[in-house]
C-alpha cells in the first residue's frame, strides 16, 4: 500500500504565496507522474499541474506563469509553489500519484487526503 500525504494549505490574502508538499510512502518502487487537481465548492475536480518523473511539466492555462510544480525524487514528494493568489484559487487542492508498487506488474494512481487553501482578505 502507499500512502500521500499533504501539507501547506492555509489562509492567505490575495496576491500572497503558499507552497503545497505532497509526500508519498509506503512500497514504493518508483513514481510515474504526479499531479495536483483542486476542487472548489460546487465544481468539479480540476487537473492545476503534472510533473513527470524525467521533470516535464504542464499547467492548467489559469494557473500558468503564478504557480510552479517540481518534485524531489529521493523523497517521493512533490511540490507546488503557488504565487499571485487569487480567490478564485480558493479550493482543496489534491496530490496524485502513479506508482509502481514493489511485486505490482501495473502501476496504480494513489490520491492524499487534500489540503484547503483559501485566498480572502
Known amino acids: 500500500q502507499v500512502q500521500l500525504l499533504e501539507s501547506g494549505g492555509g489562509l492567505v490574502q490575495p496576491g500572497g504565496s503558499l507552497r503545497l508538499s505532497c509526500a508519498a510512502s509506503?512500497?514504493?518502487?518508483?513514481?510515474?507522474?504526479m499531479e495536483w487537481y483542486r476542487q472548489a465548492p460546487g465544481k468539479q475536480r480540476e487537473l492545476v499541474a503534472t510533473?513527470?518523473?524525467?521533470?516535464?511539466?504542464k499547467y492548467a492555462d489559469s494557473v500558468k506563469g503564478r504557480f510552479t510544480i517540481s518534485r524531489d525524487n529521493s523523497k517521493n514528494t512533490v511540490y507546488l509553489q503557488m504565487n499571485s493568489l487569487k480567490a478564485e484559487d480558493t479550493a482543496v487542492y489534491y496530490c496524485n500519484a502513479n506508482v509502481h508498487e514493489y511485486g505490482s506488474r501495473w502501476p496504480k494512481d494513489y490520491w492524499g487526503q487534500g489540503t484547503q487553501v483559501t485566498v480572502s482578505s
Open positions: 510533473i513527470t518523473r524525467g521533470g516535464s511539466t
Open positions: 509506503g512500497s514504493i518502487g518508483s513514481i510515474n507522474a
